[in-house]
């Protein structure tokens, strides 16, 4: 066993059983490629990064070295072409390493599946379609010649990153490129992208601001106006450095322009399954939990006395209790990520909620079982148990699927068929 070299690392079991859950022949590749370099190169840095809330630069280098920044780079642009689900279970893995690095890689990752596999599902005109190829080329080229990093900075504040109003950070067409003007909160990877994937509304001559008017534009960091404030010392998630993004008169070339003209709005009317790529670092973090768990009750866990506790019975009530949550949590997931796609159901809609709702509360539920079952000792900071307690409160949080509009939604939606009212 070698920390250093990934390839001879000792594996914790996949999350996904590979022929249990019958992965095609890239998911069992990709999820093995991020248990080897999420054990081997993330775990051991994890505790460091949280504790000094410190972008994960280290891991990214791997990230880079190890072809997972291009994960879903299209196969013919040079990257895995990896689809929404193996990216998805990919992901998870990750999570249980280090929550900041996968939950920091979801919003890099997702700029290649919106601008990839997924706007290949939406309708665009021959000419739209050809520009928008030769501009993704630019943005992957970058990702996989330089190790160049995207963020996903959405969040304002108000109700605009839930999708109930239009994005109050303007974009204004000029010659030869676009003026961006307004303010990010929560921007993961603020500092440490190299480019932000801004969700920004246009701004028409004599119109009203619309969501159908939503541009998605990579904003380089080094473009004049724009500016990084404010403190980072939240309760988790500490490394994914979510601090506020300032835009004051940024311009920036037509070329920036991650997707054309009106399509941001079809793709998340028409590919909603795409707010559930903020869950699997979640999935990972509840996988976490229990493997802890179970190391730390069979005093198997490393550097600790070898104690034994598991011959308590409330100790094996307690891991029967998160086993019950964790498969409960999996077998829910993993449909809907299967199943995702364009133009979902109805009931596709409800599960989708269902399982994101799912991941994000039971994770932290998991892990409060865990500081309980496993006892007192089990929180001290030199382990990473209370880490993975604070990280999994955030999930819940998240825009625009947080578990109250999941709520929301799965009410509204199971008593109302569409068109309905109580008038
Ligand atoms: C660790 C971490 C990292 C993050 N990283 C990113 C990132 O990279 N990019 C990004 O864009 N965001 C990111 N976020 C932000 C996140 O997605 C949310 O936008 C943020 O947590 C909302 O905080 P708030 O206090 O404004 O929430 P809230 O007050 O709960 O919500 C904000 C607004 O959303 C609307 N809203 C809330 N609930 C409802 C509802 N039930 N129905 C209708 N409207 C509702 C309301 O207008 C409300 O004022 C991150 C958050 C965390 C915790």
Redesign the pocket.
């Known amino acids: 066993m070698n920390a250093a070299d990934p390839d001879t690392f000792d594996l914790d079991a996949p999350i996904f059983d590979p022929d249990a859950f019958r992965l095609t022949d890239q998911e069992r590749e990709l999820t093995a490629l991020a248990r080897r370099t999420g054990k081997a190169r993330f775990a051991p840095r994890a505790a460091e990064f949280d504790r000094d809330a410190r972008f994960p630069t280290e891991n990214y280098r791997d990230m880079h070295e190890a072809g997972l920044l291009g994960a879903c780079v299209p196969k013919e642009n040079g990257g895995h072409g990896a689809p929404f689900r193996t990216y998805m279970m990919t992901a998870a893995e990750i999570g249980r390493y280090c929550g900041?690095t996968a939950?920091?890689w979801n919003?890099h990752v997702c700029s290649c599946l919106w601008t990839g596999a997924l706007t290949d599902d939406l309708d665009m005109t021959a000419e739209q379609r050809a520009k928008h190829m030769e501009r993704r080329a630019v943005h992957y080229a970058r990702i996989l010649d330089e190790g160049a990093i995207y963020?996903?900075?959405?969040?304002?504040?108000?109700?605009?990153?839930?999708g109930?109003?239009p994005f109050s950070t303007s974009v204004r067409k000029v010659d030869g490129g676009w003026l961006i003007n307004g303010k990010?909160?929560?921007?993961?990877?603020s500092g440490h992208a190299d480019y932000y994937g801004v969700?920004c509304g246009e701004m028409k001559e004599g119109a009203r601001p619309s969501r159908r008017d939503t541009m998605y534009i990579a904003v380089p960091a080094r473009a004049e106006g724009v500016e990084v404030v404010g403190d980072w010392d939240?309760l988790?998630?500490r490394g994914?450095v979510?601090r506020t993004l300032l835009f004051k008169d940024v311009f920036v070339s037509e070329d920036e322009q991650l997707m054309p003209r009106g399509v941001y709005y079809q793709a998340a009317s028409r590919w909603p399954h795409m707010f559930m790529t903020?869950s699997p670092t979640y999935m990972g973090i509840a996988q976490a939990a229990f493997d802890f768990t179970v190391k730390y009750l069979r005093g198997e866990w490393p550097g600790l006395p070898p104690v034994k506790r598991r011959m308590f019975p409330t100790k094996q009530m307690g891991v029967a209790q998160m086993h019950l949550m964790l498969e409960q949590t999996k077998a829910l997931w993993f449909q809907a990520i299967t199943e995702a796609g364009p133009d979902p159901s109805r009931e596709q809609m409800l599960r989708a909620w269902a399982a994101h709702y799912t991941v994000m509360e039971n994770a932290n539920e998991i892990c409060q079982l865990a500081i309980r079952t496993c006892g007192g000792q089990s929180m001290l900071k030199t382990l990473p148990l209370e880490r993975l307690y604070r990280d999994s409160r955030?999930g819940a949080?998240?825009?625009?699927w947080?578990a109250?509009?999941c709520l929301?939604r799965i009410g509204r939606e199971s008593l109302y068929l569409p068109g309905e009212d109580d008038t």
């Open positions: 900041s939950l920091t919003m963020s996903q900075p959405f969040s304002e504040g108000g109700a605009a990153a839930a109930a109003v990010k909160i929560f921007a993961s990877l969700l939240p988790g998630m994914t979510s903020l955030c949080l998240m825009l625009p947080t109250e509009i929301d």
